[in-house]
């Protein structure tokens, strides 16, 4: 039996993008005899400390557990025949691991689904932030057989560094991910948002839409925030909700419009619309904006929408939130179109392909 070894950093079903990238075809990979092992570096314990804890010892520790844990990774390394590393061995400058794997002469394939060579830290971590490098990738890059990303706009960085590149999209476990009937207050309108304390700021881009929708329709519209239970919004008068794995099919489907806003900028459009794909998977309609990897997921005004500017954002939610019917009609095309194009069916066999072609 083959084996493969993937390099994350979160354990198995805590990370979006891992889910989304490689763990969601784990089942697919193993009814076709290949065993695939994950080897995470952060614990639930770890993530305490590194995501919400101010202190930097606790960081530095969560750090130094996290190398001790690569090299135990390390010993056994040569049993497998091929090793996916997503985005980086360690969030660090180190790239001695991918080095060591790779005069080991056994077959490195690298995935990322982000902009990673640009600077992107997030507040809790701002005063370590010197422990990364961004440029990394480009030192990585070269010195891997394959490498795969979540759009062409990751990959036409990748090709600057290997030739060996192919794009395959972040994907929707369908048969998960589809329309639940919940009940809803009738009158009431819930525009929704997901995410985490690192990317609420791209929430908050549009406060100013949703401060003229709360004045335009008053009790008639809810904003819901779901990831950061210690968010809050005096603005809009919200509180965030807590993030469950367990109930996220359910947590989406609470939604009648999810909305994904994004600035102009590198890191943006390295990003590969899973939000907005969600949204759709379960009958929502999306309102994202024009930016990336949305303007490929979405044809405006028929399984989402892609406003630009202030007012047209207010001239979408509203007609949306006037119109029952077109939500549905919407909300309708979009899961459409991720059964079509983005469910992790149609990646199954590419990543089967793939790996297989590189396993000596």
């Not at 965030?240 to 102009?264: Q, R, T, Y």
Request: hydrophobic content about 35%; proline content about 3%; charged content about 30%.
């Amino acid at each position: 039996m083959k084996k493969i070894l993937f390099l994350a950093h979160h354990r198995l079903d805590r990370s979006p993008g891992q889910r989304y990238r490689f763990e969601q075809v784990f089942e697919y990979l193993e009814s076709k005899g290949i065993s695939c092992h994950l080897a995470n570096i952060i614990s639930e314990h770890d993530e305490k400390a590194l995501y919400l804890s101010q202190s930097i010892f606790k960081k530095i520790i969560v750090g130094l557990k996290s190398y001790k844990r690569r090299f135990f990774h390390l010993i056994g390394v040569k049993s497998y025949d091929l090793i996916v590393i997503y985005r980086e061995a360690l969030p660090t400058r180190s790239t001695y691991f991918e080095k060591y794997i790779a005069k080991k002469k056994i077959p490195i394939l690298f995935d990322f689904d982000d902009a990673i060579w640009v600077k992107d830290v997030s507040s809790v971590n701002q005063k370590i932030s010197w422990f990364k490098d961004e440029k990394k990738i480009e030192k990585l890059l070269p010195i891997c057989d394959h490498i795969t990303c979540g759009n062409s706009y990751l990959a036409d960085f990748a090709k600057k560094f290997n030739s060996n590149v192919s794009i395959i999209h972040s994907t929707v476990d369908t048969d998960l991910y589809k329309p639940i009937k919940i009940k809803k207050p009738n009158d009431i309108v819930r525009i929704g948002w997901v995410g985490s304390h690192t990317t609420i700021k791209h929430f908050e881009l549009i406060t100013n839409v949703f401060l003229e929708l709360k004045k335009k329709y008053k009790k008639k519209v809810k904003f819901v925030v779901i990831g950061d239970e210690n968010y809050e919004n005096k603005k809009l008068k919200l509180k965030g909700k807590k993030w469950h794995n367990k109930k996220e099919v359910a947590l989406f489907n609470s939604f009648d419009i999810g909305v994904m806003p994004l600035p102009n900028d590198e890191w943006t459009k390295g990003k590969c619309g899973m939000k907005g794909l969600l949204y759709m998977s379960v009958g929502i309609p999306a309102v994202m904006s024009n930016i990336g990897m949305n303007k490929e997921i979405i044809n405006h005004g028929v399984n989402g929408f892609l406003p630009v500017g202030h007012q047209q954002w207010v001239d979408v939610l509203s007609n949306l939130i006037e119109n029952d019917k077109l939500r549905r009609e919407i909300g309708k095309n979009g899961r459409k179109t991720v059964v079509e194009k983005y469910s992790k069916k149609t990646v199954e066999k590419i990543y089967y392909d793939l790996y297989t072609s590189l396993m000596k």
